[in-house]
């Protein structure tokens, strides 16, 4: 038994006519005869009673009519799905980002609230992390996407990243200080001024790649930093910060989060910038993550310059 010879057997029970039948299922009326005695065959009973005049159904043909009807009509639910997963139109997206998506201007729950708009079988998960856990889980497979850093993410094999559409401003590396520190009120610094003052960093496990570059861009400029404390948090690294426990070396994007006693200032000869960047494992194999992209590549949300 298939399923076009259960969808003949429907066709023959509605038009009770072998003729009518055969012209709806676009196939001959001996076809469709063939058809119909290997279902009776394969069930080992009479569906239909037929002679020159007349067809119509057995009592064990009408009570497998129901049956067949529902079957077909789960075949083709089933069908229906597991099209729309291969097409991303259906299915689980898990994103994670951290806090300082929300902050800018609702760019980033807009274009949530317009995905699933134009995706409503979707069912997306939204987790905020710090960027060293959103990291973690995505390299363990737990999220599908991650809004985040490209610092982050830039060295990291078996993923793949690109500059966010929502936030296309890359940023520069500022000096971060208290409002009352002696360099605030400077347009720029030469690093190498710094090479006294105590530095507060966020911790290996929380921004391994930060950490690492404040290490290489303090040297380059003729000195090792001297790192008095290291935050889990980049809540914590401003408060640190504010309260004049050291000074420290930021993307000029934090500043989202800092409040008015904090002072950002460039570095002077010194282009190395941050951008906002989105990144899925290449291996990851959900059809949600390309249709996600690509809405995200052709958004029409405002921009602004932030």
């Not at 099209?83 to 274009?111: C, H, M, V, W, Y």
């Not at 420290?248 to 906002?276: K, M, W």
Request: aromatic fraction near 8%.
């Amino acid at each position: 038994m298939d399923i076009n010879q259960l969808h003949y057997f429907i066709l023959v029970a509605k038009h009770l006519n072998f003729t009518a039948a055969a012209k709806e299922a676009h196939i001959d009326q001996s076809a469709l005869s063939k058809q119909i005695a290997e279902l009776e065959a394969f069930l080992g009973l009479k569906l239909f009673i037929r002679n020159t005049r007349s067809v119509r159904l057995t009592a064990a043909g009408s009570d497998f009519l129901t049956d067949a009807i529902e079957i077909l009509a789960k075949i083709e639910k089933a069908l229906t799905k597991v099209r729309q997963i291969s097409k991303g139109s259906i299915g689980n997206l898990r994103i994670g980002f951290t806090g300082a998506i929300e902050l800018e201007k609702d760019k980033f729950p807009a274009f949530i609230k317009k995905f699933r708009s134009h995706n409503p079988n979707v069912d997306l998960s939204l987790v905020r992390l710090n960027l060293g856990p959103l990291l973690q889980s995505l390299t363990r497979g737990d999220l599908d996407i991650i809004f985040t850093f490209s610092p982050e993410i830039e060295d990291i094999p078996d993923i793949k990243w690109e500059k966010c559409p929502l936030y296309p401003l890359s940023m520069p590396m500022c000096v971060v200080v208290p409002i009352e520190h002696a360099i605030a009120n400077y347009d720029k610094i030469n690093l190498a001024e710094l090479a006294q003052q105590p530095f507060v960093v966020l911790s290996l496990t929380e921004s391994p790649s930060m950490h690492n570059h404040l290490h290489r861009l303090c040297i380059s400029h003729g000195f090792h930093p001297n790192i008095t404390s290291e935050a889990p948090l980049l809540e914590n690294l401003l408060l640190l910060i504010e309260t004049g426990i050291g000074v420290s070396i930021l993307s000029r994007h934090t500043q989202a989060f800092a409040g008015p006693n904090l002072r950002f200032i460039e570095i002077e000869n010194y282009d190395f910038t941050v951008d906002r960047v989105v990144a899925w494992k290449k291996a990851n194999p959900n059809p949600l993550i390309p249709l996600f992209l690509d809405m995200l590549k052709k958004h029409n949300l405002p921009c602004y310059n932030s």
